[in-house]
């Protein structure tokens, strides 16, 4: 594994985990509930992180493509919930694409990494590996997402 990489892939390998636990227990009759009227459902949070996989794995210069195409994409305006895959689907993609995601993190070479990105991340290097660290973060934070959820469902804590 390149060396830029280490620490990432570490918390890429604590997401992938938490995000399991995190969803245990969701009811899938609820799970397009919103909170609120601007607020997005578990679904949709869910759907969107395992989506947004599929930048990571290109950026690392892997050739995977989301199954849902851009049902999930910031901004994206949910229509007929039945277009929408359930929970158990979406953790199946990102169970899948996680194993591809580290095995790349462990292959890919210094000038995939250095490579001119897709799109340009906030705060952070304007490269692949910008990406792949700015995306580590954009996990993170719809983790926060889906625990407050968690709570509003009247579930446990997934960890802590």
């Not at 690392?60 to 199954?67: N, S």
């Not at 890919?108 to 991340?121: F, I, M, N, R």
Request: contains cysteine; proline residues 3%.
């Amino acid at each position: 594994m390149h060396q830029t990489l280490s620490a990432v892939a570490d918390l890429y390998k604590l997401n992938t985990n938490i995000f399991e636990k995190i969803l245990e227990g969701f009811e899938n009759a609820r799970q397009f509930e919103r909170s609120g009227e601007n607020a997005n459902s578990v679904n949709w949070i869910a759907g969107h992180m395992a989506s947004s996989r599929f930048g990571v794995a290109a950026a690392l210069g892997l050739e995977e493509k989301c199954p849902w195409g851009d049902l999930y994409d910031m901004g994206a305006e949910v229509s007929d919930t039945s277009k929408y895959p359930s929970l158990d689907e979406i953790k199946a993609v990102w169970k899948d694409l996680s194993g591809k995601i580290v095995k790349g993190m462990e292959e890919v070479s210094e000038d995939q990494l250095a490579g001119k990105p897709a799109w340009e991340p906030p705060a952070v290097e304007h490269s692949n590996r910008g990406i792949v660290a700015f995306m580590s973060f954009h996990e993170s934070y719809h983790m926060g997402q889906l625990g407050y959820l968690r709570k509003i469902h009247g579930l446990d804590s997934a960890f802590g």
